[in-house]
């Protein structure tokens, strides 16, 4: 997932941040995207069950109990085991995590173990006292999915009511002093209410807004036709990050992140370059560091019956099962292909993803979508909405420069320019407007501002 808010609005104290050290262990949760040792934030989805019916559930839930679940016993060394591995982060999820009646125990223990702990919900079983029993077992955030307002969300999540008894859930979060976020999938069906559920996270002072792009997975599967066009998308997430910046400019404390597509990701950077190269410079370091899409690296899950997989998504396809080998194992295991392709598959990308200057960024995007429209895990991301002209396969331009202004007979600097937009910055030139593939000594404005980017200034 991207964060929007602190790439986009915090860039700097998010640098500086991270200037103390960047292993995962000392970093909040908001800054573990940005980790140098990788470890795996893990979705643990321990049910299946749900009494829900969600159009694009990854993980098609339904309302009956696995046979196979792993059990409590076997929960607990779970966790040990996650703990020995320095896991960072648990997801409970589900189905829905709080159907299934040890949660409060397992994760109880986790949070003894030093393990941050999350619960992914819909929010429809939190009631009574349910709110501080997620408090006071350790819970630092709950995440509540809603798809729309009112019957928009009911419609597509299988239930009259659900919109109203999932927002009260979230409420009651916030009443014992809980972080809170809503959760929004995007989708042709749900598009329209992008507007009015971020004005809800406004007006019901949430925390965090996490939208996700559809990934066609599960039933999710069944809406593939139903996906937004790439124009569409770009729409969507120009006005997610407008909103973000409003949020900030306004002094509301918001984290707004997206996920599920990491072109966000070098969308963010090219936005953020149209208007202030120095800070795209900072913005590209963090995406950097970030390294685009973690599935099998920094994202991990383990589903009900303990089968691991690259993350949610990747259902179809398991590396082992925590019942017969520990975790770390199991993770670490490069023999098996996939496994090992996700953890170095840069030289694998295919076509687009393959040759595309941002894979560093980006990581490739979701390798499960891929294989979802073309049958090959390492085909390019079909949602990937960048122009062939923004990932650098229609022309590609450089400039040099001496390294001493002035004096062409020193040593050239050569420096890529990733956007040609980045020229529009500068007075018309006959030199600059649109030069031709290639390699082009240079000086004026463009050589004062290379040199003062490349010096950090």
Not at 409 to 423: E, K, N, R, V, W
Request: aromatic share 8%; charged share 25%; net charge neutral.
């Amino acid at each position: 997932m991207l964060g929007v808010t602190k790439l986009l609005c915090s860039t700097s104290s998010t640098a500086s941040a991270l200037k103390s050290g960047r292993q995962s262990s000392n970093l909040p949760s908001r800054l573990l995207q940005f980790s140098s040792d990788k470890r795996p934030v893990v979705v643990w989805n321990i049910t299946n069950r749900c009494n829900l019916h969600c159009l694009h559930c990854y993980s098609s839930s339904s309302d009956n109990i696995s046979p196979d679940e792993l059990t409590t016993e076997e929960g607990l060394r779970l966790i040990d085991d996650l703990s020995d591995y320095r896991v960072p982060v648990i997801i409970f999820s589900g189905g829905d995590p709080l159907m299934r009646a040890d949660l409060f125990t397992l994760a109880g223990y986790a949070f003894k173990k030093g393990i941050r702990c999350a619960l992914s919900t819909n929010g429809l079983f939190i009631e009574g006292d349910t709110a501080k029993k997620i408090k006071d077992t350790g819970f630092s955030y709950v995440g509540v999915s809603l798809d729309g307002i009112g019957e928009t969300n009911d419609r597509f999540r299988g239930m009259k009511g659900a919109f109203e008894k999932g927002l009260s859930g979230l409420k009651k979060c916030q009443a014992e002093g809980i972080t809170v976020g809503l959760r929004f999938n995007l989708n042709k069906r749900t598009m329209e209410h992008l507007v009015p559920l971020l004005d809800l996270i406004e007006t019901e002072g949430i925390d965090r807004g996490y939208i996700s792009h559809l990934v066609y997975s599960g039933r999710g599967s069944n809406l593939r036709n139903e996906d937004l066009s790439h124009e569409e998308t770009r729409r969507a997430v120009d006005y997610i990050f407008k909103r973000a910046e409003e949020f900030y400019a306004k002094g509301l404390n918001k984290e707004i992140v997206i996920g599920n597509n990491d072109a966000d990701g070098v969308y963010l950077y090219l936005k953020v370059l149209e208007r202030d190269p120095v800070k795209a410079r900072k913005v590209y370091e963090l995406l950097a560091l970030r390294g685009g899409n973690s599935s099998g690296v920094a994202l991990g899950n383990i589903d009900s019956r303990g089968n691991v997989h690259a993350d949610q998504f990747w259902r179809h396809y398991s590396f082992g099962n925590v019942k017969q080998r520990k975790f770390r194992e199991i993770w670490e295991d490069r023999s098996d292909p996939v496994m090992g392709g996700l953890k170095d598959r840069k030289a694998l990308l295919k076509g687009r993803c393959g040759k595309c200057r941002f894979v560093d960024i980006c990581g490739g995007n979701y390798r499960v979508r891929a294989e979802s429209v073309y049958g090959d895990i390492w085909a390019p991301d079909p949602a990937c909405y960048l122009t062939d002209e923004e990932i650098g396969l229609k022309s590609e331009v450089a400039y040099s420069m001496p390294l001493t202004p002035g004096d062409p007979s020193q040593a050239l600097l050569t420096l890529p320019i990733l956007d040609q937009s980045l020229l529009s910055l500068f007075p018309p030139d006959q030199t600059y407007s649109s030069p031709p593939p290639g390699t082009y000594p240079c000086n004026g404005p463009l050589h004062a501002f290379l040199v003062q980017l490349w010096d950090g200034g």
